[in-house]
C-alpha cells in the first residue's frame, strides 16, 4: 500500500549539491513519518535525516548537520533532501523510508526499525 519511490541521485563533484525526492503513493501520506537513510559500498545503512508528519519537526545524523535538509509537501505527496556541499564520504545508495506515526510532531525515530516501507534507493556518487 505505500510504496516509496526514489528519484534525483547522480554524479557530482566535491562541494556541489544534488535534490533527491521520494514520492510515496496511496492516499495516507500525511499520517507517516519520512526519513532517509544511505549506505555506502561495503558499509551498513546508516541514518541520514527524518521528519515529522507536519514537516516541522527535524533530525540529522551529525555528519550531515548544516549541510542536508530533509522537507516534505503534504500535498505532493513527496519527500525531500537538499545535499549540499557534498563530499565524497557521501557517497552511498541513498534510501527512502515510510513508518504510520500516531504523532503528528513528535521527535522522528532515527532506528531503521522502526521504518516499514522502503524505497529501492538512488545512487550518490560524488567526486573528490
Known amino acids: 500500500q505505500v510504496q516509496p519511490v526514489e528519484s534525483g541521485g547522480g554524479l557530482v563533484q566535491a562541494g556541489g549539491s544534488l535534490r533527491l525526492s521520494c514520492a510515496v503513493s496511496?492516499?495516507?501520506?500525511?499520517?507517516?513519518?519520512m526519513s532517509w537513510f544511505r549506505q555506502p559500498p561495503g558499509k551498513e545503512r546508516e541514518f541520514v535525516a527524518a521528519?515529522?508528519?507536519?514537516?516541522?519537526?527535524?533530525v540529522y545524523a551529525d555528519s550531515v548537520k548544516g549541510r542536508f535538509t530533509i522537507s516534505r509537501d503534504n500535498a505532493k505527496n513527496t519527500v525531500y533532501l537538499q545535499l549540499n556541499s557534498l563530499k565524497p564520504e557521501d557517497t552511498a545508495v541513498y534510501y527512502c523510508?515510510?513508518?504510520?506515526?500516531?504523532?503528528?510532531?513528535?521527535?522522528?525515530?532515527?532506528?531503521?526499525?522502526?521504518?516499514?516501507?522502503w524505497g529501492q534507493g538512488t545512487q550518490v556518487t560524488v567526486t573528490s
Open positions: 523510508a515510510s513508518a504510520y506515526t500516531s504523532n503528528r510532531d513528535g521527535t522522528p525515530k532515527t532506528d531503521r526499525v522502526e521504518y516499514d516501507y
Open positions: 496511496g492516499r495516507t501520506f500525511s499520517l507517516l513519518t
Open positions: 521528519i515529522s508528519r507536519s514537516g516541522t519537526n527535524t
